[in-house]
């Protein structure tokens, strides 16, 4: 009886090299595709998060014929400002009802402190409202501790806590210690950082942002519009020289976000620092703005804006200085070009 066999040819080496080449170019091809489908996506979520801090503080408005405050009872601004006490609050706390998140709302004590940060722990500034940060009575840290998604750019993948440290920035002593730690925000409201230890109503009128210490704007105080108006600017998690701000609470330098500082710091200013020596040519990466309450985003080419009557922008990099200049100032009567 015969057997037949039958030849079985398999892929050769250079065939199968081949495969895998083509393979790995389709791949190569499709992953930047796949990458910039993702962070598409990502920064659409963005915008939805603006838009919804947007009617937030719409509603909050309607509610009570102002917007929040942008922080109140500093510790940081006591000694220039003589305010009675220390609570180191922020408006987010206020906002909270209407960014669903009424059960953390009543959960926060606004007769108590928020943390008990003081101007670099310095003893002229003392917290003397009933209970500090920490304490079994006031358990506010608890809260500011929690990070809310709401809050936070999808795209930027930084520490959404402050761990570092530095008492300057921490909720508590009590609190770090126990593992409470500052939990931060993306975004946050527009204010003059030069001036961020002066009330918002002794500022000139040419001067305010929407926001400050304070502060008590309302709808009508755009005397420029509030659709030329900036109300909340993106920021990074991360930065170079200070912290980026925690929603729940105020520190050495936790109070907003300024559009325009100086010409010198612009949105996305990745090199560190006006004071360094010599200026702005300490070395950075992108995604780590490099300075505290400064403009920037990890998306490419510029950061989101919300303004005053709940538009969402994406404002470039390139923008011209004085563009940014109006946009900050809620009435200063200059003309607004393209932005």
């Known amino acids: 009886m015969s057997t037949s066999f039958r030849s079985r040819r398999g892929f ?3 065939e199968l090299l081949v495969v895998i080449a083509i393979i790995a170019i389709l791949i190569a091809l499709l992953l930047p595709a796949v990458q910039q489908a993702r962070e598409a996506a990502r ?41 009675p006490q220390v609570k180191n609050h922020r408006g987010w706390a206020l906002l909270l009802p209407y960014l669903d998140q009424s059960p953390l709302y009543n959960q926060f004590n606004f007769s108590y402190s928020a943390s008990d940060c003081t101007y670099l722990g310095s003893a002229a500034a003392t917290v003397v ?48 210690n126990s593992g409470y730690y500052g939990a931060k925000t993306s975004y946050d409201f527009s204010i003059r950082t030069g001036s961020r230890c002066t009330l918002w109503n002794n500022l ?6 929407l926001f400050g210490q304070e502060s008590n704007s309302k709808v009508d105080s ?22 980026a701000p925690r929603w729940g609470y105020s520190n050495h330098v936790g109070q907003g976000v300024d559009l325009f500082s100086t010409s010198s710091r612009k949105i996305n200013d990745w090199l560190c620092c006006g004071w360094a020596t010599p ?31 709940g538009a969402v922008r994406f404002i470039s990099e390139n923008v011209d200085n004085s563009t940014r200049d109006r946009l900050a100032r809620i009435s200063d009567a200059q003309p607004l070009g393209e932005f």
Not at 49 to 74: C, E
Not at 291 to 296: M, S
């Open 43 to 83: 920064r659409t979520q963005c915008r939805n998060n603006l838009k919804q801090i947007g009617l937030a503080l719409h509603n909050y408005h309607d509610a009570f014929g102002l917007f929040p405050y942008s922080t109140t009872g500093d510790g940081n601004c006591t000694n220039t400002t003589g305010l």
């Open 222 to 243: 755009m005397k420029d519009g509030s659709s030329n108006t900036v109300a909340v600017v993106e920021t990074t998690l991360e930065v170079y020289d200070g912290v």
């Open 279 to 309: 200026p702005f040519q300490q070395s950075n990466k992108p995604g780590r703005l490099a300075e505290w309450g400064t403009p920037g985003s990890t998306h490419v080419g510029g950061c989101h804006v919300l303004l005053g009557d």
């Open 204 to 209: 000139a009128i040419d001067q305010r942002r």
């Open 12 to 14: 050769t080496l250079i």
């Open 129 to 176: 409202v009933p209970a500090q940060t920490g304490t079994p009575v006031n358990n506010n840290d608890q809260l500011v501790s929690r990070v809310l998604t709401a809050l936070l750019c999808p795209s930027d993948d930084g520490d959404p806590y402050y761990r570092g440290n530095s008492s300057a920035y921490h909720i508590s002593a009590a609190s770090f």
